[in-house]
């Protein structure tokens, strides 16, 4: 439920419905707005009716249900949408950021040279795996805390904001010192332990959708961020599993029309694994943006016949600096029949 105050109530009448939210067994999440406060009460142990009931007390406006099992991720609870500040990147805003960079980090030239490439190509973040999430256990599965020295040396030259995936609570405090922003990969997308120590850190979190995940399963793993106390999440569509097979994975794009419509938190696309072809990754890019997409997190490698992983996916330096000076061309005129006057 979500409590909305008048716009002339008083600090008392907010204090009051404050201290009913919690005799009535929920917790009270407060969010001033310019012009009025609401108050979410969140929980699942207290009396719905008893909350219902405050549409009496002074200083209330409404109390509106909340039909869906999210609460401080939802649209609702907050009158805007939210921005998500990465360094000096604001994701959210109204211009759409490019994250861009290698699924791993490999080398010191590596990783160097495709931050210089990607920024003069107008990249705003850097991304790079330090802690892989492969599906082999023979798999390359990163340089850990070598890779995270690298980017920090990568956003010291270049200034790019860095993202990298933190797969166990173990490895949060050495992540968290050198990263500015933490992603949690599709597969962790529901490891509440780690949902829930990400949400006491103050670094804001890219959450994957998980391959099968609902986008109600989605939200709720963002919920369990924000009830935890990190507010700063971005969502990130990665396509998920369908019957497909020429794709890797069926990237969802009404999915990322619909958490707009339900949440008020950043949307961005991954089209990388969303189609696991690089062909693809300029129109699915361009299709995300026209749907609504905050951004985009592209996979990118000075010789993608090399890479460690997920080459087959990543664009070399040159298409990546293509693709960026297409992104915004118009996308096509709408053919109308010429009207009978
Ligand atoms: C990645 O970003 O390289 C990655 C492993 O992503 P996902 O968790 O979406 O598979
Ligand atoms: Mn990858």
Not at 225 to 238: D, Q
Not at 243 to 254: G, H, I, Q, V
Request: glycine content about 8%.
């Amino acid at each position: 439920m979500v409590i909305n105050m008048a716009a002339n109530a008083s600090e008392a009448e907010l204090q009051h419905v404050i201290d009913r939210v919690k005799e009535c067994g929920f917790q009270p999440h407060v969010t001033r707005g310019t012009e009025r406060a609401i108050v979410a009460a969140v929980g699942s142990g207290g009396s719905r009716s008893a909350l219902e009931a405050l549409k009496a007390a002074p200083g209330v406006e409404d109390v509106v249900p909340i039909a869906h099992p999210f609460k401080l991720v939802a649209r609702q609870t907050r009158g805007e949408r939210s921005c998500v500040t990465v360094g000096d990147v604001c994701i959210g805003g109204p211009d759409a950021i490019v994250i861009a960079g290698p699924c791993s980090v490999e080398s010191r030239e590596q990783i160097l040279s495709t931050a210089r490439a990607v920024r003069a190509a107008g990249a705003t973040m850097l991304r790079g795996g330090a802690y892989k999430p492969r599906t082999s256990p023979y798999d390359f599965q990163g340089l850990g805390v070598e890779a995270l020295q690298l980017l920090r040396e990568a956003r010291e030259e270049t200034g790019l904001p860095i993202v990298t995936e933190v797969m166990s609570t173990e490895d949060i405090p050495l992540i968290s010192e050198y990263a500015d922003m933490l992603q949690v990969g599709a597969r962790n997308m529901q490891n509440f332990a780690l949902l829930r120590q990400l949400s006491k850190i103050d670094k804001p979190i890219l959450l994957k959708r998980g391959p099968s995940a609902s986008v109600k399963e989605w939200l709720l793993a963002a919920e369990y961020l924000l009830a935890g106390g990190n507010a700063n999440v971005v969502l990130c569509e990665r396509g998920i599993k369908t019957f497909e097979t020429e794709m890797r994975n069926t990237l969802d794009l009404a999915a990322v029309a619909l958490v707009r419509e339900l949440s008020h938190l950043p949307v961005i696309a991954d089209p990388s694994h969303g189609t696991g072809r690089r062909e693809l990754i300029q129109p699915a890019s361009r299709a995300a943006l026209a749907i609504g997409a905050d951004g985009l997190i592209i996979e990118v490698h000075p010789c993608p016949e090399r890479a460690l992983s997920d080459g087959a996916q990543s664009l070399n330096l040159e298409e990546f600096a293509k693709m960026m000076r297409n992104l915004s061309a118009p996308i096509r005129s709408v053919a109308t029949m010429a009207m009978a006057v």
